[in-house]
C-alpha cells in the first residue's frame, strides 16, 4: 500500500493548513489511519489516529482542540485539519496505516505503511 500524502507547505503562526492522504486500493476500509510528525532532530511522534469507520478518533495532547482527523470511505483518503498552528508544530507530517491496530492511540510499532512525507513550516 502506497500512501499519497499532500497539503504541506509554509503557513504564519496561527493559521490553518489541510493535509490530505490518498488511501489506495479497495481495501482501505481496513486500516486504522494516524498522522505523525518528526521534527528536526526529534523522534517521530503520534498527531492523531482514526478508526476503520471513521467514528472514533484520537489526538495527541499537544493538538488536541486545534487539529481534527478525518477519513472519506468513498475517495478514500484521510484529512487533518490544523488551526492554530505554532512553530512548534513545524514538522514533517507522515499518514500512516495499520491493520492490525485496535484502537486509534497510534504507536509507531502498531503501522504497517507509511506515506513519503510531507514538510509543514510554520513562520513566526
Known amino acids: 500500500v502506497q500512501l499519497q500524502a499532500c497539503g504541506g507547505g509554509l503557513v504564519q503562526a496561527g493559521g490553518s493548513m489541510r493535509l490530505s492522504c490518498a488511501i489506495p486500493?479497495?481495501?482501505?476500509?481496513?486500516?486504522?489511519m494516524g498522522w505523525f510528525r518528526q521534527a528536526p532532530g526529534k523522534e517521530r511522534e503520534f498527531v492523531a489516529g482514526i478508526s476503520r469507520s471513521g467514528g472514533s478518533e484520537y489526538y495527541a495532547a499537544s493538538v488536541k482542540g486545534r487539529f481534527a482527523i478525518s477519513r472519506n470511505l468513498v475517495k478514500p483518503t484521510v484529512d487533518l485539519q490544523m488551526h492554530g498552528l505554532m512553530p512548534e508544530d513545524a514538522a514533517v507530517y507522515y499518514c500512516?496505516?495499520?491493520?492490525?491496530?485496535?484502537?486509534?492511540?497510534?504507536?509507531?510499532?502498531?503501522?504497517?505503511?507509511w506515506g513519503q512525507g510531507t514538510q509543514v513550516t510554520v513562520s513566526s
Open positions: 500512516a496505516a495499520s491493520w492490525r491496530a485496535r484502537n486509534t492511540f497510534l504507536e509507531e510499532s502498531d503501522m504497517d505503511y
Open positions: 486500493g479497495p481495501t482501505s476500509r481496513r486500516y486504522v
